[in-house]
């Protein structure tokens, strides 16, 4: 039921593009994207709604195919803070509780 | 604002052993959830509550309870503590808005985490 994330982990230089996908075997209102860095509590980073509207407030995008019940996360031009675990977080509809996904650690080197 | 708080930041407990972990918000949100996260794993919701006096299972429910007698506060008490029950625990809140006609529930604040210790 966990929402499964690809890839696993990813290492970038800074300046590189990368894509985490996420995807879920149940039907999805909404999907949540956070980041974690070591030691710390995720941060919010985006929201995806039925629909395709988003919501978020860093130079992040991303895309929610409902049809596949999956989501994506681009991070373009990646830069060393982008470093972390990138967790997404699912909500079906009907329902109050979020279910995270496995998580992709990304490295950023300089 | 203080945001979310919680507390104690690191407690060792002996096998079983009974403890409360404390959180609570000033943000004046409905929901409210629990969540474990063992070392280099993702997060696991272990009870939410979307108002005072409403909880739910999330889905590793079993060794906890909730109570939410306030919109401020949500503390998860761990009977008979077990090895298993290690593990770093955050607490995080939410409010709703709406998108058009749709009720949206908005991201997630999260506490700072608690760490714990089962030996």
């Known amino acids: 039921q966990q929402p499964v994330q690809s890839p696993q982990a990813v290492i970038l230089r800074e300046g590189e593009d990368a894509v985490i996908n996420c995807s879920s075997s149940?039907?999805?209102?909404?999907v949540h994207w956070y980041r974690q860095k070591h030691g710390e509590a995720p941060v919010f980073l985006m929201i995806?709604?039925?629909?395709?509207e988003q919501k978020g407030h860093e130079k992040i995008s991303a895309s929610f195919n409902e049809k596949k019940q999956q989501s994506s996360l681009y991070l373009t031009a990646s830069q060393l803070s982008y470093s972390g675990t990138y967790f997404c977080?699912?909500?079906?509809?009907?329902?109050?509780?979020?279910?995270f996904g496995t998580g992709t650690r990304l490295k950023v080197l300089a | 604002n203080a945001g979310v708080t919680q507390t104690p930041k690191f407690r060792i407990l002996k096998i079983g052993q009974s403890m409360t972990l404390q959180c609570t918000q000033d943000m004046n949100h409905n929901y409210m959830y629990w969540y474990r996260q063992d070392p280099g794993m993702g997060l696991k919701l272990i009870y939410y509550?979307?108002?005072?006096?409403?909880?739910d299972k999330g889905e590793v429910p079993n060794g906890y309870n909730v109570s939410r007698s306030t919109t401020e506060d949500f503390p998860l008490r761990l009977e008979l503590a077990a090895p298993s029950q290690t593990s770093v625990y955050f607490c995080?809140?939410?409010?709703?808005?709406?998108?058009?006609?749709?009720?949206?529930?908005?991201?997630?604040?999260f506490g700072p985490g608690t760490r714990l210790t089962v030996t």
């Open positions: 977080g699912t909500r079906g509809s009907g329902t109050y509780k979020y279910i």
């Open positions: 995806l709604l039925k629909g395709g």
């Open positions: 149940k039907a999805l209102y909404s």
């Open positions: 995080a809140s939410s409010y709703s808005g709406t998108s058009g006609r749709a009720a949206l529930l908005m991201e997630q604040y």
């Open positions: 509550s979307v108002g005072a006096g409403i909880t």
